[in-house]
């Protein structure tokens, strides 16, 4: 059990005792919140008014923006988002009032009755409107290495072309929540749904115009965030800390299934045009890709997104000359925002495509393209931005899953297949994934720990990472318990709080562990240390003797390193160093060395290290209806030693099915005048569990510790998420052997069923 | 003929009574709703509010055919308070026992732990009741069973790899459970608070609702109230509740009226009561009337399949209506009752339009009656869709075609669903395929002119032209 215990919190979740923001049930009457929302992309609010909705039974109060009593701003970066339209609105889902009534239905009833006379504005809906009306949220960003045009100009074959990935809904099963509370002299507590407590309290101390220490942020859990809760959570708790402090009176606010699908942003969708030169072998000599974003109303995390996506444009493959032109295009669509990856799927999606199309240009294997052009170990090693890529895992990962997922084999089953088959079609793709791990904003790689040791032995851990089901707490809990050498179930993980850890980065990036554990490691080995003296106390009043040397803490007791055999218990340690008057919390804390990147030069060491993968997957396409079907999925992936395998394979596949809902069904579909289609899972459709692959063999990479991270362990939340390409390049080459793979197949992302057929309907001629 | 007024269902061991008249409860509040007012029942979560997600699942017991309680999970969002009188309601709260200090988890709720099948926990106390439901039927732990019994949950976090070893790990050796022990207490409390009430009608001052045992009973209240909206499974009005805020004044539950479920043999064919649930026709499907199975393998979730009935899906007349286009090519006749009697309609005059159907007010569906597949008729059918599972048709089609000996088609139907604002045929392509051989160049030729017979709409589902290229395509499945 040490090395794979379960979650934390499973028999919370098992046993629905597991409390989440709209199961509290904070003392006294609590109103319930609702947030009144503009349905049009971009108007003027010409008037409105609120006394017909005022007089109904229940309500307590309705506010608009001049109600705000501090800064009307929900944004901590750009301060671009305001927190209630004031005078115009500028996409379909923007806050303009909000309601505190004693129930959903009467607040529902009220929102009836609020009326509101616009003046309709012209609206930019997509990236091709922006571009034409230059609406730029900020100036191109560039990276490059060597000579990108003159190298295209010697290249023996240059392609070019453009692919457009889709938008992504979160879909976290809980949606936005949040709870308010005020206090005596002006204080708030808010129990939020937030990966990201520290900025959800600026938050609503910059709207209520309080002071941080009055405001005090607390998340138990959440029901879900992949990024969609980084920075979109702090809005609900903001609108629900402005109902509380006007009525006084605790507010939950959660929103409606189909609001949050409105009212949120997306994964960010990319038009992306690039050109690759290659020669006849397929080794690549020079790329060149623009990445352009859909960032939607207001700059959210938008910047950080594309760096991201400029980081992951050439993924795996060293390319000596390169050049990626980042650009950002404003819309009036809701703030597009973080979502697992992080821009690192958008900028991959196009050098995987661009490959696969590089091979069958050169009727070559999809895959030996690939694995000619990857990193080198000792050379071909620095990236566009001029870190180096150390410790390269690919050739190890690569010669297992070639070996295990029987890669040449099949290739051949699937050519035979097909030539056998004409209603369906299969088809078979190997991809890899590089994924850098820190964020690139690198203030944000930073930590902190609360530990706390009880007179009875028990551990209290506090830190500033935040729960979702990653398994945060369980792989904090078991760092605690073994640098303290205690048992796991002595060690408890608090709610993460403000008041108990202040200044939390987000918890994403895949950073959680890395930088939480460490911190915690901090302060735990502060206390051994704290420790260590009263026990040699202790140890040498058991044995009658005079010795010095290491202490070491194992198994809930306590030794002289050299000699095991006498020991004295855990608790009895902490009891009497109560009564020698030894502090017994610390703090703890953690910066990741190393890390800069210098934006105008696009130069610099962003990542700590990177994480490494690949998958095979096998598709079964129907050629009539256009529908797909996994068959296989072969993954192997590095985690480093792993801290808890069982919570790694579930973060890698469901990573990866994730990223096949985006590759595949989850398509973001809007209406002429920038309303969201499909906004309820009826028609928006993430992965069901007859999706998955009926085989599906995952491997963490063996025998792989790394040297940059916590008892040598990876980070591992994100990067799998980009193994799902083998889905989506696999369904391309079912799609290309349509046309005999003669043909170039029309292909974007989703690859949903329309996407498919309309695709081999023009192979085959129809089109 | 009302003889009672007070729900009554058992919960947490005990009845409940709730008398709507002095309760902040309406006879339509969710069962979702009603659980989540009360102090400790929140480990039922609202994920969706339309079915789609699963979060919300709850079992409900009642005496089964063997002197035995069948437990079915249903989706609590789309279930009416009203409609579960007379039943046992269990939820996540029920699983696990209490001993002392101590819980006693439950074999699915320790094979969730022991799997590592929760992440962020959300959607586990759903994951684990639709579980229950599969550990209590005895079903194999088969990949297309645990498919089947889980694919209304959705879980965004796992990948659901480990839910699928949990399910596997947990039904290989079924072992007997505390709601074992306690089965004949929990029968003998159904049967008290059952035999207590006849005919039921909840009144809420802003709702009345009724919840006739007996067919006559219904078609009384039906005529004396010809505004009030009839109900089976709720699964189509509650949604309209949950985001409308749509409270209907006037219910007719028909739910407990028992002469309207069940299948039967008559003459040349089968007659399937309006009651029948859909989980009822797919079973009877999969033992006897294969040709239904296709379409009833891809209809909603074991949750929804649970509560949805025939006669709902056939009488909300929506141009996706799963088995609309079915009833077309089988040639079903649907039986109405109303005030004056008796009428048969045949499946094509029942559907009048979008969402429209032919029933005047004071008349139900009493039935369908599919009459047997002739040997030399071939019937096909496809739903597309952009998930397979618990997915609407984009588009659907089901076919029959009769052959004569040479092999020349005498006689056709091609029913499409998703096409149009009802289900329709399409005339053009049958005409052109009368008379003539089953071949690949002529269905190639039949499907150029689908254009003629339809001009479907572009929505958040599909565009136009996947719409015709997919209707086309799918003749071919004749010539498969």
Redesign the interface.
């Known amino acids: 059990m040490t090395n794979n215990p379960h979650h934390e919190s499973a028999i919370q979740h098992v046993t629905g005792e597991a409390v989440y923001v709209a199961d509290m049930l904070p003392t006294g009457q609590t109103l319930r919140g609702r947030v009144v929302y503009s349905p049009h992309a971009h108007a003027r609010i010409v008037s409105y008014d609120l006394s017909e909705a005022l007089k109904v039974e229940g309500v307590h109060d309705i506010l608009d923006c001049k109600r705000i009593p501090g800064d009307n701003q929900l944004s901590v970066v750009n301060l671009d988002e305001l927190c209630l339209a004031d005078g115009v609105v500028h996409c379909v889902g923007q806050a303009m009032f909000l309601i505190a009534a004693e129930t959903d239905e009467i607040a529902f009833e009220a929102e009836k009755l609020i009326r509101v006379e616009y003046e309709l504005l012209d609206p930019i809906l997509t990236i091709d409107e922006a571009m034409a009306r230059g609406n730029r949220l900020e100036p191109p960003r560039r990276i490059e290495i060597g000579n990108v045009d003159d190298a295209l100009k010697r290249c023996k074959h240059v392609l070019s072309g453009e692919l457009k990935t889709g938008a992504q809904e979160h879909w976290y099963l809980e949606t936005q929540a949040a709870v308010c509370v005020p206090g005596e002299d002006g204080e708030m507590t808010v129990y939020a749904s937030s990966q990201s407590p520290t900025e959800t309290q600026m938050v609503v101390a910059g709207v209520l115009g309080l002071p941080a220490h009055k405001v005090v942020c607390e998340v138990r859990r959440m029901g879900g965030g992949f990024g969609g809760k980084e920075t979109q959570g702090n809005h609900v708790a903001a609108w629900a800390a402005l109902l509380a402090n006007a009525t006084r009176k605790p507010v939950l606010l959660s929103l409606f299934r189909d609001d949050d699908q409105k009212i949120t942003g997306k994964r960010h969708p990319f038009q992306s045009i690039y050109t690759i030169g290659f020669d006849d072998e397929g080794r690549i000599e020079a790329y060149m890709v623009d990445l352009h974003a859909d960032v939607g109303i207001a700059a959210d995390l938008s910047m950080a997104v594309l760096e991201r996506a400029m980081f992951h444009a050439e993924n795996a493959y060293y390319i000596p000359n390169v050049r990626i032109t980042g650009h950002t295009w404003k819309t009036n669509l809701p703030s597009n925002t973080a979502f697992r990856g992080f821009g690192g799927p958008q900028g991959m999606a196009v050098i995987e495509n661009a490959m696969d199309r590089v091979a069958r240009y050169l009727k070559m294997d999809a895959a030996q393209v690939r694995f000619k052009n990857f990193y080198g170990i000792e050379t071909r090693n620095e990236t566009p931005y001029g870190q180096m890529v150390e410790n390269n895992r690919l050739f190890t990962i690569w010669e297992r899953i070639i070996a295990s997922g029987n890669y040449f084999e099949r290739r051949k089953e699937v050519e035979n297949y097909n030539r056998s088959h004409t209603l369906y079609k299969r088809g078979l793709a190997l991809t890899p994934v590089k994924f850098g791990i820190s964020f690139t904003t690198s203030f944000l790689n930073q930590a902190g720990a609360l530990v706390l040791i009880y007179r009875d032995g028990t551990v209290l851990v506090n830190h500033g990472g935040t729960e979702m089901g990653q398994g945060l707490h369980t792989k904090i809990r078991q760092i605690a318990a073994l640098e303290l050498g205690v048992p796991l179930e002595w060690v408890r993980i608090n709610a993460t709080n403000t008041s108990k850890v202040p200044n939390t980065s987000p918890t994403a990036a895949s950073s959680g562990t890395d930088l939480n554990g460490m911190a915690v490691k901090n302060a735990v080995d502060k206390l051994k240390e704290r420790l260590s003296p009263c026990a040699k106390m202790m140890l040498n009043e058991v044995c009658g003797s005079q010795t010095e040397g290491d202490i070491t803490f194992k198994d809930g007791q306590v030794f002289f390193t050299h000699e095991p055999t006498h020991r004295v218990g855990f608790v009895e340690l902490v009891k009497r160093a109560y009564i020698e008057r030894i502090s017994l919390h610390a703090t703890g804390y953690y910066s990741t060395p190393g890390i800069q990147f210098d934006k105008d030069r696009g130069k610099g060491t962003p990542f700590h290290y990177f994480a490494f993968g690949m998958a095979i997957a096998e598709v079964e396409v129907d050629t009539l209806t256009g529908r797909s079907k996994t068959l296989r999925v072969d993954i192997v992936h590095d985690v480093g030693d792993s801290i808890n395998p069982q919570i790694d394979m579930g973060q890698v596949t469901g990573a990866f099915i994730q990223g096949m809902g985006w590759c595949t069904t989850e398509t973001i579909k809007r209406g002429s005048s920038g309303e969201l289609l499909n906004h309820s899972p009826d028609t928006y459709k993430i992965p069901g569990i007859g999706d998955t692959p009926e085989i599906f063999n995952v491997e963490l990479l063996p025998l792989a510790p790394n040297p940059k991270a916590i008892r040598k362990s990876k980070a591992v939340g994100e990067p799998p998420f980009m193994l799902s390409f083998a889905v989506w390049l696999a369904i391309k080459d079912a799609i290309s052997a349509v046309g005999n793979h003669e043909q170039e197949p029309d292909f974007q992302l989703p690859a949903n069923c329309e996407v498919v057929l309309l695709s081999m309907e023009k192979l085959k001629g129809n089109g | 003929m009302i003889n009672g007024t007070t729900l009554r269902f058992l919960q947490d061991g005990r009845v409940v009574e709730i008398d709507f008249a002095g309760s902040a409860m309406r006879p339509s509040t969710t069962v979702l709703n009603y659980l989540r007012s009360l ?1 400790h029942h ?9 079915g ?2 699963g ?1 919300c699942t709850v079992v409900l017991g009642e005496p089964g055919e063997n002197g035995r309680i069948r437990y079915k999970a249903v989706d609590s969002c789309m279930l009416f308070l009203a409609s579960i009188h007379g039943k046992q309601l269990i ?3 029920n ?2 026992q209490r001993k002392g200090s101590e ?1 006693i ?1 439950h074999p ?2 320790r094979a ?3 799997e ?1 099948a ?8 759903g994951i ?1 009741m639709s579980l229950f439901a599969f550990y209590k039927s005895g079903m194999e732990p088969t ?1 297309e069973n ?2 089947d019994t ?2 209304g ?12 070893r949990a399910a596997q790990e947990l039904c290989s050796h079924r072992e007997p459970d505390h709601f074992d022990a306690n089965e004949s207490h929990t029968l003998e409390l159904l049967r008290q608070i059952d035999s207590q009430s006849e005919s039921m009608q909840f009144v809420h001052p802003g709702q009345t609702y009724f919840l006739p045992k007996s067919l006559e009973q219904a078609l009384r209240i039906k005529f004396e109230n010809p505004g009030v909206h009839v109900v089976n499974g709720s699964t189509d009005v509650a949604i309209r509740q949950n ?1 409308r ?1 749509e409270y209907l004044p006037a219910i007719l539950d028909i739910s407990a009226i028992g002469r309207l479920k069940g299948i039967s043999r008559e003459g040349k064919g089968h007659y399937v009561g309006a009651g029948t649930s859909i989980e009822a026709l797919k079973e009877f499907a999969a033992s006897s009337f294969p040709a239904l199975s296709p379409a009833l393998g891809v209809f909603a979730s074991k949750q929804i399949r649970n509560m949805a009935t025939i006669g709902g899906n056939l009488c909300t007349a929506s141009p996706i209506g799963d088995l609309i286009p079915m009833m077309f090519a089988l040639g079903a006749k649907f039986e109405v009752i109303g005030a004056n009697g008796k009428r048969w309609v045949e499946a094509e005059d029942f559907f009048e339009g979008y969402r429209r159907n032919c029933l005047k007010s004071d008349e139900l569906l009493k039935g369908i009656f599919i009459p047997e597949i002739d040997e030399n008729v071939l019937i096909f059918s ?1 739903k ?1 869709s ?7 048709a ?1 588009v659907s089609l089901c076919g029959a075609i009769r052959r004569d000996g040479q092999g020349v088609i005498t006689d056709i139907i091609l029913a499409y669903g998703g096409m149009a604002a009802t289900v329709k045929r399409a005339g053009h392509v049958e005409q052109f395929l009368l008379g003539k051989k089953l071949t690949v160049q002529t269905v190639d030729e039949a499907r150029q002119l689908i254009a003629r017979d339809f001009n479907p709409i572009s ?5 136009n ?2 719409r015709l ?2 209707a086309g ?2 003749l ?2 004749m010539v ?1």
Not at chain 2, 459 to 463: N, Y
């Open positions: 102090p929140r480990g039922t979560k609202e994920g969706c509010a339309e789609d997600c979060a939820t996540i709260e699983l696990a819980t988890l699915v709720q969730l732990v022991v590592h929760s992440q962020c926990g959300f959607c586990t106390p684990a990949r645990i498919v889980l694919s949950n959705l879980c965004r976090c796992t990948g659901y790899q480990s839910i699928i985001k805020h496809e597309v952009n998930r397979r599972d618990l997915d609407i984009t929505d958040a589902r599909a565009g032209d996947y290229a997919v395509n799918l071919m499945r498969e």
